[in-house]
């Protein structure tokens, strides 16, 4: 069973960072593309970014391009947001997804939900003074 828990959440300033975590159990991690994805309130879910099996493709969001970075670390099952110059249009539950491994869409649908398979339960990240 694929368990995926995001972490790193929290209240940050405007202008401020922040790093989340996303950490895998249950899969052969490198098999698998990790999107990010965010939920405000009263709005629908948003592609934030994503980053292939290998690590080689990453894509983002336009909301978010030049100030979020997605990266993986496959040694310890773990995906990393960096987000940097946060704004309050950022605060929204963050989750992170996987696709379905070696048979999985990837990134390509990216960034739409489409073949995202698995998620986990989100992180809530405010930015607010």
């Known amino acids: 069973e694929v368990q995926l828990q995001a972490s790193g959440g929290g209240l940050v300033q405007p202008g401020g960072s922040l790093t989340l975590s996303c950490a895998a159990s249950?899969?052969?991690?490198?098999?698998?593309?990790i999107g990010w994805f965010r939920q405000a309130p009263g709005k629908e879910r948003e592609g934030v970014s994503c980053?292939?099996?290998?690590?080689?493709?990453?894509y983002y969001g336009n909301s978010v391009k030049g100030r979020f970075s997605i990266s993986r670390d496959d040694s310890k099952n773990t995906v990393y947001l960096a987000m940097k110059d946060l704004a309050p249009e950022d605060t929204a539950v963050y989750y992170c997804t996987t696709d379905d491994g070696v048979l999985g869409r990837g990134c390509s649908k990216f960034p739409e939900q489409d073949g995202m398979i698995n998620w986990g339960k989100g992180t809530l990240v405010t930015v607010s003074s």
């Open positions: 249950g899969v052969v991690f490198d098999e698998y593309a």
């Open positions: 980053i292939s099996h290998s690590g080689l493709s990453t």
